[in-house]
């Protein structure tokens, strides 16, 4: 690309900017983003629609030739697709076999037919956070909303209690776990390493996840003193079916992604020579897009057959899989393509250049730009891929371990104080019967200690490793 006046769609410039073009690219920034709030949130326009033609308002108020700027936005558009759409569709795959066969429901029941009283909470948050490692966050909500009103209705308990820890540990996979749409985003946009992200996810996870779920349930139990609604629970998936695979089976097929990629992380850390036979081995079985084709093939038999599912229900559970996640590809590759539009104006060298001036880390940087665009749009994922395009140059000096948590930090940020502007908000606010004040009180405080614990913890880390 041709370097310009203004300094934009530059990519392979290596001249520092100059002091008005910073301006005029920060000023074209906040415009460009401003284009895409103001669409989603006043016009309602939907997220893929409002990132393509924000990317195509940045450019222009950056002062940049318009084919340049759709040149740079099908770029990014396309290597996002390339790179995580085949991993969003797997995923969505899988969260179907899951949830229709019924396997969802058996590790629920297993599970809550072991607990009571006061683990109830704590038992809640594990149901969650398994359930919600292959699913999508939308999709783990209708899952576990019967389950939620069931437990809290039959053992008496407040909403708020049971439901609360069930939320967190949705929420905490769905921003700080790969393979969710929003880390694949990230670590690609960055080039993290995808096994030992993953692994400092969990790491990460696992207090976050206690301290929003079971320990604040206490409190906004008292804040919020509701029973679960009077209305008929929603139809479990699982009660049209005569049978249904086993705990262990169902267990086994969900982690097995997981445990391929930690296990390739491990191998890396332990041989450590790219040429090594096991290392080449693991490299490919570890690989997310293999690790998670096992899964889906693994579950074919282990979820599908047991059900009592033919071939042909099979296929069809794998088209079923496929048709909601049109939306999510279409909004993750315009964010893709808005990051790209981005890094060709010069935004992340611009930042780069500001950033080594400020006494600020550029793991709080990457959390607060990830929390500004959160607040203002609404959404987990624009937020994720948007930052990650930002900060993606100060990935580029940084360890693979500080690669990794740069991915976590905008994680967690994109994750802070869901509010009127986010579906996710208002899916809570219907499903448990509650008023905006009262989901506001709950929901909302619930996603801002998330992202905060985490944020934190993402920095302490960085401290030590």
């Not at 969990?202 to 003193?225: H, N, Y």
């Not at 139809?235 to 391929?260: D, K």
Request: glycine share 10%; aromatic share 6%.
């Amino acid at each position: 690309m041709t370097r310009l006046s203004v300094e934009v769609l530059a990519a392979d410039a290596v001249a520092p900017i100059t002091s008005a073009g910073h301006a005029r690219l920060g000023v074209a920034v906040l415009l460009g983003i401003a284009v895409i709030v103001l669409l989603i949130t006043q016009f309602k326009v939907h997220a893929f629609l409002a990132l393509t033609i924000g990317s195509l308002a940045l450019g222009a108020f950056a002062g940049a030739p318009l084919d340049k700027v759709i040149t740079s936005f099908t770029t990014g558009l396309g290597a996002t697709v390339a790179g995580v759409g085949v991993l969003i569709a797997l995923g969505a795959i899988l969260g179907r076999l899951l949830a229709d066969s019924g396997g969802a429901d058996q590790i629920v029941d297993t599970i809550l037919a072991k607990a009571g009283g006061r683990a109830m909470p704590w038992v809640m948050v594990l149901i969650a956070s398994v359930i919600g490692l292959p699913l999508f966050f939308e999709v783990g909500i209708v899952l576990l909303i019967p389950v939620v009103l069931m437990v809290a209705k039959r053992g008496h308990y407040s909403l708020m209690r049971i439901g609360i820890p069930a939320l967190a540990g949705l929420s905490v996979m769905h921003g700080l776990v790969p393979p969710h749409p929003g880390p694949l985003v990230a670590i690609d946009a960055v080039h993290a390493n995808l096994g030992l992200t993953l692994a400092l996810g969990v790491l990460v996870a696992i207090p976050t996840v206690i301290i929003a779920g079971p320990l604040f349930s206490k409190v906004a139990a008292r804040w919020v003193d509701v029973q679960a609604p009077d209305r008929m629970l929603p139809q479990r998936p699982s009660e049209e079916l005569e049978n249904r695979p086993g705990f262990g089976a169902t267990l086994g097929t969900i982690l097995l992604p997981v445990v391929l990629m930690l296990a390739k992380a491990l191998v890396d850390i332990v041989v450590d020579d790219p040429a090594h036979t096991v290392q080449r081995v693991f490299d490919v079985i570890g690989s997310p897009l293999v690790a998670l084709l096992a899964a889906v093939l693994v579950g074919m038999f282990t979820l599908g057959r047991p059900a009592g599912f033919s071939r042909e229900r099979i296929a069809e559970t794998v088209d079923k899989g496929l048709v909601p996640i049109a939306g999510i590809l279409l909004i993750v590759g315009a964010g893709g393509g808005f990051k790209q539009t981005l890094i060709d104006c010069g935004v992340g060298r611009m930042i780069l250049e500001i950033s080594k001036d400020w006494s600020i880390p550029a793991l709080l940087l990457a959390w607060l730009i990830a929390v500004a665009i959160r607040l203002a749009t609404g959404s987990a994922t624009v937020a994720t891929v948007s930052a990650a395009g930002l900060v993606a140059p100060l990935a580029a000096d940084m360890s693979s371990a500080h690669t990794a948590l740069l991915v976590l930090a905008i994680g967690a940020g994109s994750l802070f104080f869901s509010h009127v502007n986010d579906a996710g908000f208002w899916l809570v606010k219907e499903y448990f019967g509650l008023s905006v004040g009262q989901t506001l009180k709950t929901w909302s405080v619930m996603e801002t200690i998330i992202s905060v614990v985490g944020g934190g913890l993402v920095l302490l880390l960085s401290l030590v490793i």
